[in-house]
């Protein structure tokens, strides 16, 4: 993919710049016929005989090891001053030494005379391809190489050239070395280059290649493969130059070893070697490349250092590399560990992300990401690997995408899913909670620890039958709302309306661990909505509204329940059928709320009163019953001391002292008139008349529900 390309690119060069040595190589120096030696000297391109004095200059007073030319030299020179010399030969009366002169301008001699027997490298140019109605071939080439037959049985797909600009022959001639210093158009940035390209079947060596190998003596060149039986591109690994190797390409492509930023090597400017002002230990034994950085002789290319890097730069850092074996390789099995990753990094995203919340599962993808640089990044520069990096990356993002995507389709339809089945049983806020806390819901029937609620009014059918119908549905509507809304708020799940009656549960379908102090804050809470309620409708001249609520706490079926006609999320059980038998006592107690011992155990904080041991209906173990009077902290002084008094009454009650018990609940009745108080004093009497049953208990059996 291009936008992988891309991205691998760049990661590419952040690595190559992080990573360079950064250092000047003292070994290969570049003579810049720069702006200055241009000035001084004169238009560039310089005649022949100047050249001619700079390589005799450099090799008998500097003492160089080996010179190469980043420049071409494909013509013929045209001197003038031979065109004169051969004018007055003509001349009568002109007598002058004219094969002197025509030795002294023949420049190319000259030039061809200073190369001769010396380690001089010419270069020349590759062309990719030959416009029309321009010649293939320009000069002549050196002596290649490898030969053709030298390549017999190999089969590597070098670069071919279509055509070539060579050096003047009488030049090439002279040197026995020669290298090619163009590059083919792979890339608008420079970073990898071929080492060898064909021509015709023989094969030629870069200028960076061919100046490094003379610098160390001209050793031979070899292939190395890693296939014994074939000798192919696809098994060829390395370039061998004596005891030194080059990682390449199935195309001897490599990348090139960039040292720093541009003045990585010394730079001597070619005006002070031709005038001998230059520092000769800056030049003695070195490899001398001659090149040039004047901007407008346009040997300015792009790398991954800089947008203009001086083109000879690049030659002398392959030479550098070669000398340090300071090569990256990217070797073919570099493919089979990019997938490796790929799969290893999606099977861990796919396993742990939808355990993980988003945070984690963020920290985990950047923790994926920095892991995958990392070891990118060491075996970089531990074992000089080009090991792909983006498209692990892309393939993390990808799959971070694609996970962030599903799991918020997922989640929209859990939403969805959870308003649909919750939204008419619970108010929109804990469905909003529910989603939040990503507890996995069902309507499955499950058995749960939770608390019931049964409100109804009392004399309901008394006040119905004074109102109108449309009066009694907008009573029904204004009493049932703030019951309703008492139950949202404290979390509470409506089962369901059953005319005047209201049925609540707590715990469920969010499990809630305080299932029973909701239920009885709510409760409490509904008794005093009432009473502002009963103000209202006095204002409207409708009766007053008094309600019963009857809660008990404990294991209880809950789930969507019904026929295939009709389902209802509800909960059902002997703790739900004892919610609505207390509901239904609390006419006879007296009392707003009753709650059943097991929800007294569980609450705290709130002053208490023990209503009686009862067995109601339906059940045959009896159960202590309490009437919520308040929270502790709200319970005056006064209501405090009845309700310890009470206490020692029902002590006595129970212990049939009936005489003690009857003087107390009088002095109760008489201080605090109570339905309770009376309910205590017809059974006293009763039992003074006809006492009990030895095996007396003190459970009343109810014989209503």
């Not at 008998?60 to 080996?66: G, L, M, Q, S």
């Not at 029309?132 to 050196?142: D, S, Y």
């Not at 901007?295 to 890097?309: F, H, I, Q």
């Not at 002084?637 to 309700?643: K, S």
Request: without cysteine.
């Amino acid at each position: 993919m291009p936008l992988i390309d891309e991205i691998e690119e760049y990661l590419y060069d952040v690595r190559l710049r992080w990573n360079m040595p950064n250092t000047i190589d003292s070994r290969i120096v570049i003579v810049d016929v720069d702006e200055r030696s241009i000035a001084a000297e004169g238009h560039f391109p310089w005649q022949r005989d100047k050249m001619a004095k700079l390589v005799n200059i450099l090799f008998d007073e500097y003492k160089v090891r080996v010179l190469a030319f980043d420049m071409l030299f494909a013509e013929p020179e045209e001197s003038t001053a031979l065109q004169l010399i051969e004018q007055l030969r003509d001349w009568p009366g002109v007598e002058l030494p004219f094969n002197e002169l025509e030795e002294r301008w023949r420049t190319d001699r000259l030039f061809a005379d200073s190369i001769v027997a010396r380690n001089v490298v010419l270069g020349f140019v590759f062309k990719p391809f030959v416009p029309e109605r321009e010649p293939a071939e320009t000069g002549v080439l050196p002596i290649p190489t490898l030969f053709a037959d030298q390549l017999e049985g190999i089969e590597i797909p070098f670069y071919e050239g279509a055509g070539f600009t060579g050096n003047h022959e009488e030049l090439q001639n002279a040197s026995e070395f020669g290298a090619f210093f163009s590059y083919p158009r792979i890339d608008d940035v420079t970073r990898i280059t071929p080492l060898l390209e064909a021509y015709q079947g023989d094969v030629y060596e870069s200028l960076g290649l061919a100046s490094a190998r003379l610098y160390l003596g001209n050793p031979p060149l070899q292939f190395e493969f890693g296939d014994e039986e074939e000798f192919s591109g696809l098994t060829l690994e390395r370039l061998r130059l004596g005891e030194r190797s080059i990682p390449v390409d199935e195309r001897i492509q490599a990348y090139i070893p960039f040292r720093g930023p541009q003045g990585s090597f010394p730079y001597v400017s070619a005006t002070d070697v031709l005038n001998k002002r230059a520092e000769r230990a800056n030049l003695e034994d070195k490899l001398v490349m001659v090149g040039t950085s004047s901007a407008g002789l346009l040997d300015l290319r792009a790398t991954p250092v800089s947008d203009a890097y001086v083109g000879v730069e690049i030659h002398a850092n392959i030479a550098s590399g070669i000398l340090d074996q300071r090569f990256m390789s990217s070797p073919a099995y570099s493919s089979g560990i990019e997938a490796v990753q790929i799969a290893v990094n999606l099977a861990i995203m796919a396993i742990l992300i939808p355990m993980l919340s988003p945070i984690l599962a963020t920290l985990l993808i950047l923790a994926l990401a920095g892991l995958n640089m990392g070891l990118n990044f060491y075996l970089w520069n531990a074992a000089q690997l080009i090991l792909p990096i983006a498209s692990i990356l892309t393939a993390v993002g990808m799959m971070a995408f694609l996970q962030i995507t599903y799991d918020y389709f997922v989640e929209s339809r859990r939403k969805q899913r959870l308003g649909r089945m919750f939204g008419q049983y619970i108010p929109a806020e804990l469905v909003e909670e529910i989603d939040a806390s990503g507890e996995e819901l069902s309507l499955e029937g499950e058995n749960r620890e939770m608390s019931v609620l049964f409100s109804d009014v009392r004399g309901f059918t008394t006040i119905s039958e004074s109102l109108e119908p449309t009066e009694l549905t907008q009573l029904m509507n204004e009493f049932l709302t703030p019951i309703t809304r008492i139950i949202h708020v404290h979390r509470g799940t409506i089962d369901k309306y059953m005319g005047d009656a209201v049925m609540a549960f707590w715990g469920a379908p969010l499990k809630d661990e305080q299932h029973a102090t909701n239920a009885l804050e709510a409760a409490l809470d509904m008794v005093l909505a009432m009473e502002q309620v009963t103000a209202h409708f006095a204002e409207k001249g409708w009766p007053p509204i008094k309600v019963g609520i009857g809660i008990s706490s404990g294991p209880m079926n809950v789930g969507n329940m019904g026929s295939e006609f009709r389902m209802a999320y509800t909960v059902m059980g002997d703790v739900v059928n004892l919610g609505s038998r207390l509901e239904g006592q609390t006419k006879n107690y007296g009392a707003n709320i009753i709650i059943a011992q097991e929800t007294a155990a569980m609450v705290s904080g709130y002053a208490l009163r023990e209503l009686d041991l009862i067995r109601v209906k339906g059940k045959n173990v009896p159960i202590t019953i309490y009437e919520p009077l308040g929270r502790s902290d709200e319970i005056d002084e006064q209501l405090a001391n009845e309700i310890a008094l009470y206490h020692d009454a029902l002590r006595l009650y129970r212990a049939r002292a009936f005489e003690q018990a009857k003087g107390l609940f009088e002095s109760l009745e008489t201080e605090n008139p109570s339905a309770l108080y009376q309910l205590y004093l017809e059974r006293i009497n009763a039992f003074i008349a006809q006492p009990p049953q030895p095996d007396w208990d003190g459970v009343f059996v109810a014989t209503s529900k």
